[in-house]
């Protein structure tokens, strides 16, 4: 079926440049077998043939393809991956969210988030330090600070909703991105998703300083409980994955696409100086706990 309509699309696509197949050349009014060249018949034949270089280009068989953002030498084992996982987010992950999210309220379900978002201080405050980005690393330590007192074990986020200290993201794949380790081919990983060689082998480093490890829990408890945040954090998505699916001709492709694009951006984005006393090292506009608290 695929190959008819390839054929069909070809063919549809010469009908269309054969109509436009007669350089420099139009028929007469009359229908006759004389021709006029176009120079004689429109001041504007430069602008034509330009048209029409330019059209025959975008059709051509050998023009250059745009550069694709990332590798993907594994496409077809990533898509059926992702097919599996489409299937296990529409009948197993997302209404177990839905019945999760039904039972717990909002408020609640963001204190959990919350939690795990500040137990994950370490994670992020450590890459922060290897890209030498000391202010994001003091951000970090403020906000764990704020949010392990006033917030209450983390619950809540004082440091984000009074002092406007928003979190950092910082992890392993993005620091060796900052050291100019490329991303190495596209990966879709079982339940986890879009990632890249670099960055699976990020989360991996990353997953030695979770706090979660520390502890005497065994293999099964810490899968409860990643498996618990994962499904608090989806209940707290506005379906943006069922809007991916429904406004993309090829999801698998538009997904991996924004997946490197962001990826791109959070590293792009980390430039840093040796030296740490060039600059300030924390911003008062951002770090003041005078300004948070109303002096």
Known sequence: ????????????????????AAPGQIESE??????VELSAVSPDADFDDDFDADFDDDFDSNAVAPEQLIADPLEPFNRGVFWVNDKLYFYLFKPIASGYGSVVPRPARVSVG??????ATPIRAGNALLQLEFRSFGTEIYRFVINTTFGIGGLFDPA????????ISKDFGQTMGVYHVGPGFYLVLPIVGPSS???ATGSFVDSFADPLRQPNLSTRDYLAIKFLEAENRLSLDHDTYEGVVADSLDPYLFIRSAYAQLR???ISKNTYDVNMFDQPVFNTDELNPLDWLGF
């Open 197 to 199: 060689l670099r960055d």
């Open 264 to 266: 791109e951006a959070h």
């Open 160 to 167: 984000g909703s009074i002092g406007g200290v928003r979190k």
């Open 114 to 119: 919350n939690f795990f978002s500040n137990l």
């Open 30 to 35: 009359n229908n006759q077998d004389t021709v």
């Open 1 to 20: 079926m695929l190959r008819i309509f390839t054929i069909l699309f070809a063919g549809y696509f010469i009908l269309v440049g054969s109509a436009f």
